[in-house]
Structures are given as structure tokens and as C-alpha cells.
């Protein structure tokens, strides 16, 4: 049996949804981040950058980061392109998620990782700001005139909305990101996001 590491909010709510919606029995381990259990001896024994996501595979191996459980459960529950080209663009758009967007909105909220001064605190949570709405914008138009980031809904869709829900916490306009919002209303309409959102206690 799997079992899923997360954090509420955090961008582990993407593998929630896809377990959620799988059908298949997972055991959720939730992490509470603020008190700093991602960082005790025995989860850094299992993912030693102290995050969540976190993937314990049925054999008990750990497996850490986004990029590598989407595609793996994407590939477990049908919600992966099986034709290579598609496969490469979906990769490409993970990449894209893991390594700009999710970054960006990092600078808001953990502005001590990139610089120890925290006189130029509100600088790099500004810049991070503007960096991370620039990115959703972007992202509003990978959503225009079509319903599912690739030909079908996939596992992108669900690390999509999790970018979502941040731009609501961080108070930006979302509502203007009309194809965005779409996406969003679409998963709200998917009773395993619901019983995510519930459980994770998160408002969109
Ligand atoms: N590159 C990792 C990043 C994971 C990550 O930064 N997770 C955040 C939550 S969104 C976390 O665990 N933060 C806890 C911390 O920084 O202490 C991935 O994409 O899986």
C-alpha cells in the first residue's frame, strides 16, 4: 500500500487528489510544517531535504519530489500520456511547475532561504509576488480553450490547482485569470477534491 506525506496547503495536495481520486486504499500521513515535523531524524532518514511530498511505495522505499510521484502515480492510475511526445510535454510542464512557479511563491513565504539579511526581506517577498502572478498568468493561458492541461485530465491538472489555491492565499486578483478559474471550477466539481480540500481545511 502507498502512503502520502503531507502537508495541508502545501503542494503535496497535488498527490492527495490523485490518491483520492484513485480508489485505491493509501494511508495519509499528515505533517504538521509549522511545528517542524518534516524535519525530525526519521523523516530526514526518509527524505533528507525535509519536505513534503513524500511517497512510501508499496516495497516501503521512499520517493521524494513532485516531478518524479506525479508522473508515478500518473502512470499507477491512468492519469499519464502514454504516447511519447505527450509524455515530454507533460514533463515539460511538471518541470515548469517544480522549478518557476513553485519557487516564486516560495521567495513570499520562506524569503530566510534566500538571504540571511532580513532587512531585504520584503524585496524578495515583493519580487517573489510579482515573479509568482506573472507565472499564473501564464498558466491561465495554457488553460485557454481547453479543459485539461493535456488531451485528457491528468495528474498536471491537480499540481495546477494547488498553485491556484496559493494565489488565493496570497490575496492576488485570480478571478481576473478566467481560463484559471475555469480549471478551478472544474476540480471543485470532483467529489475527491472536496473531501481534500475538507480534510486539508483549505478555502478557494
Ligand atoms: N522540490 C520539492 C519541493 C517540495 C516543497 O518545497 N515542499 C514544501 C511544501 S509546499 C515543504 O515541504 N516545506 C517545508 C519546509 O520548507 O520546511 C517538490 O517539488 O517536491
Same mark, same amino acid.
Given at each position: 500500500?502507498?502512503?502520502?506525506?503531507?502537508?495541508?496547503?502545501?503542494? #503535496?495536495? $497535488?498527490?492527495?487528489?490523485?490518491?483520492?481520486?484513485?480508489?485505491?486504499?493509501?494511508?495519509?500521513? @499528515?505533517? =504538521? &510544517?509549522?511545528?517542524?515535523?518534516?524535519?525530525?531524524?526519521?523523516?530526514?532518514?526518509?527524505?533528507?531535504?525535509?519536505?513534503?511530498?513524500?511517497?512510501?511505495?508499496?516495497?516501503?522505499?521512499?520517493?521524494?519530489?513532485?516531478? $518524479?510521484? *506525479?508522473?508515478?502515480?500518473?502512470? @499507477?492510475?491512468? *492519469?499519464?500520456?502514454?504516447?511519447?511526445?505527450?509524455? $515530454?510535454?507533460?514533463? #515539460?510542464? +511538471?518541470?515548469?511547475?517544480?522549478?518557476?512557479?513553485?519557487?516564486? /511563491?516560495? /521567495?513570499?513565504?520562506?524569503?530566510? @532561504?534566500?538571504?540571511? =539579511?532580513? #532587512?531585504?526581506?520584503? !524585496?524578495?517577498?515583493?519580487?517573489?509576488?510579482?515573479?509568482? /502572478?506573472?507565472?499564473?498568468?501564464? +498558466?491561465?493561458?495554457? %488553460?485557454? !480553450?481547453?479543459?485539461?492541461?493535456? =488531451?485528457? %485530465? #491528468?495528474? &498536471? =491538472?491537480? %499540481?495546477?490547482?494547488?498553485?491556484?489555491?496559493?494565489?488565493?492565499?496570497?490575496? &492576488?486578483?485570480?478571478?481576473?485569470?478566467?481560463?484559471?478559474?475555469?480549471?478551478?471550477?472544474?476540480?471543485?466539481? @470532483?467529489?475527491?477534491?472536496?473531501?481534500?480540500?475538507?480534510?486539508?481545511?483549505?478555502?478557494?
Amino acid at each position: 500500500m502507498l502512503t502520502l506525506y503531507y502537508g495541508p496547503g502545501a503542494c #503535496s495536495m $497535488a498527490s492527495h487528489i490523485v490518491l483520492e481520486e484513485s480508489g485505491e486504499k493509501y494511508e495519509p500521513r @499528515r505533517m =504538521d &510544517l509549522a511545528k517542524g515535523e518534516q524535519r525530525t531524524e526519521a523523516y530526514l532518514k526518509m527524505n533528507p531535504q525535509g519536505r513534503v511530498p513524500l511517497l512510501q511505495l508499496d516495497n516501503g522505499e521512499p520517493l521524494a519530489e513532485n516531478t $518524479a510521484i *506525479l508522473p508515478y502515480l500518473g502512470k @499507477r492510475f491512468g *492519469l499519464w500520456p502514454k504516447d511519447g511526445t505527450a509524455e $515530454a510535454k507533460a514533463l #515539460s510542464t +511538471i518541470g515548469f511547475f517544480a522549478a518557476s512557479v513553485h519557487p516564486a /511563491h516560495a /521567495h513570499v513565504g520562506r524569503p530566510e @532561504r534566500y538571504t540571511a =539579511d532580513q #532587512s531585504a526581506f520584503p !524585496g524578495i517577498k515583493e519580487q517573489g509576488l510579482k515573479t509568482f /502572478h506573472g507565472h499564473l498568468k501564464q +498558466i491561465d493561458g495554457m %488553460y485557454a !480553450g481547453r479543459e485539461w492541461l493535456g =488531451d485528457g %485530465y #491528468s495528474v &498536471l =491538472d491537480p %499540481y495546477a490547482f494547488v498553485f491556484y489555491t496559493w494565489g488565493v492565499r496570497r490575496e &492576488l486578483p485570480m478571478g481576473e485569470l478566467k481560463n484559471y478559474t475555469a480549471l478551478k471550477d472544474r476540480m471543485l466539481k @470532483r467529489p475527491a477534491v472536496g473531501r481534500v480540500l475538507e480534510d486539508e481545511k483549505i478555502k478557494v
